[in-house]
T-cell receptor, first 116, second 113 residues
Framework: KAGVTQTPRYLIKTRGQQVTLSCSPI?????VSWYQQTPGQGLQFLFE???????NKGNFPGRFSGRQFSNSRSEMNVSTLELGDSALYLC???????????????FGPGTRLTVL | GESVGLHLPTLSVQEGDNSIINCAYS??????FIWYKQESGKGPQFIID?????DKRQGQRVTVLLNKTVKHLSLQIAATQPGDSAVYFC????????????FGKGTLLTVNP
């Protein structure tokens, strides 16, 4: 069974640009969560989707948005990039309706975003 | 967002020794806790979880202990191997069905052969 895949793996952008990151969950998983990982702040929750509905959002500005498609694939978008957005963006999927709660959560390898 | 700081606690052990990694969680309403392992260049990997109605849970070579009185979680790894070298994170759900996990700062475990 294929794991969680994320594309692209590496991305370099300049300030002010926007970026879209993609995540394909494990087949059959309907919950997708996104996290930002930086050396200074660690792993921080961005949002969680289940059946195309955003059920929770972390404390990030409105420049961070996401969506989930009917096939459970998910994308996140960051507009007007800032230097501080440089991070590893991780996607994780879970099987059941409880999402990451009480279910094993499987992470992808992440997308390394560098903002210059 | 939650602050986890710049400096990662480290633990260095000899191969074959037992390792204990500790975590203090913040929310007394949390009822679900998980340990993850993250190797360099990879995403976190689920190790073991525990619900708040339990004090102890065992897996293969790993044991998680939960002390709700002092809001403390620990991960014990038996007979630590070089392949166990990684950063270990605890996570909590902060109570309720909010579909969100809050991660701790992580501990870097180094296993010396």
């Amino acid at each position: 069974k294929a794991g969680v895949t994320q594309t692209p793996r590496y991305l370099i952008k300049t300030r002010g640009q926007q970026v879209t990151l993609s995540c394909s969950p494990i087949s059959g998983h309907r919950s997708v969560s996104w996290y930002q990982q930086t050396p200074g702040q660690g792993l921080q929750f961005l949002f969680e989707y289940f059946s195309e509905t955003q059920r929770n959002k972390g404390n990030f500005p409105g420049r961070f948005s996401g969506r989930q498609f009917s096939n459970s694939r998910s994308e996140m978008n960051v507009s007007t990039l800032e230097l501080g957005d440089s991070a590893l963006y991780l996607c994780a999927s879970s099987l059941g309706p409880q999402g990451p709660l009480y279910n094993e959560q499987f992470f992808g390898p992440g997308t390394r975003l560098t903002v210059l | 967002g939650e602050s986890v700081g710049l400096h990662l606690p480290t633990l260095s052990v000899q191969e074959g020794d037992n390792s204990i990694i500790n975590c203090a969680y913040s929310n007394s309403a949390s009822d679900y806790f998980i340990w993850y392992k993250q190797e360099s260049g990879k995403g976190p990997q689920f190790i073991i979880d525990i619900r708040s109605n339990m004090d102890k849970r065992q897996g293969q070579r790993v044991t998680v202990l939960l002390n709700k009185t002092v809001k403390h979680l620990s991960l014990q790894i038996a007979a630590t191997q070089p392949g166990d070298s990684a950063v270990y994170f605890c996570a909590e759900n902060s109570g309720g069905s909010n579909y969100k996990l809050t991660f701790g700062k992580g501990t870097l475990l180094t296993v010396n052969p």
